[in-house]
């Protein structure tokens, strides 16, 4: 069975501008969650998915957000980027508590 | 509130050599569940073990086993022989019953040939 899969691996932007990752789950699993980890700390957790519900936010501002799709996958889309917005994007799906993690994301915003 | 606390930044062991990682964790909830993940330098988390609240059994796998003590919030991860593939960031981490993980800082472990 795959993994979770995230698109694309790496991406550089610029200030102001808008990106848009991509996640696939688990084959069986209906909920994803988002994560942000920057350079030496540990993921943040984002937004949580469930059956194309929003179940949970975290302390991120408004220019983040996301959607679950009826096959489960999901975007994260990030507006008006800053900065400070540069980490490791990750996903996860999980199925009866456990999560499982995709490989990440690497946004770099120049 | 909950937290997670990993005082060990970064460590150090001669390979072979047994090697604990110490996490603390603070929550409120009566279910709660604890898991430890392992971020090798390709950066991808793998997941090493998950226990709930009710399960204070120690865990033993291969190599690794985990102490999970409630009375002290605390559920502590040891490697023992440790080998050159052990290195990486390894994270403590707490949920509660809707998933959201809260991860600690992570513990940088350099196991040195």
């Known amino acids: 069975d795959a993994g979770v899969t995230q698109s694309p691996t790496h991406l550089i932007k610029t200030r102001g501008q808008q990106v848009t990752l991509r996640c696939s789950p688990i084959s069986g699993h209906k909920s994803v969650s988002w994560y942000q980890q920057v350079l030496g700390q540990g993921p943040q957790f984002i937004f949580q998915?469930?059956?194309?519900?929003?179940?949970g936010r975290g302390n991120f501002p408004d220019r983040f957000s996301a959607r679950q799709f009826p096959n489960y996958s999901s975007e994260l889309n990030v507006n008006a980027l800053l900065l400070g917005d540069s980490a490791l994007y990750l996903c996860?799906?999980?199925?009866?508590?456990?999560?499982?993690f995709g490989p990440g994301t690497r946004l770099t915003v120049t | 509130a909950q937290k997670v606390t990993q005082a060990q930044t970064e460590i150090s062991v001669v390979e072979k050599e047994d090697v604990t990682l110490d996490c603390v964790y603070e929550t409120r909830d009566t279910t709660y569940y604890l898991f430890w993940y392992k971020q090798p330098p390709s950066g991808e988390l793998v997941f090493l073990i998950r226990r709930n609240s009710f399960d204070e059994q120690n865990e033993i796998s291969g190599r690794y086993s985990w102490n999970f003590q409630k009375s002290t919030s605390s559920f502590n991860f040891t490697i023992t022989a440790s080998q050159v593939v052990d290195s990486a960031v390894y994270f403590c981490a707490l949920a509660n019953r809707d998933d959201k993980i809260i991860f600690g800082k992570g513990t940088r472990l350099h196991i040195l040939p």
């Open positions: 998915y469930y059956e194309k519900e929003e179940r």
């Open positions: 996860a799906s999980s199925f009866v508590g456990e999560q499982y």
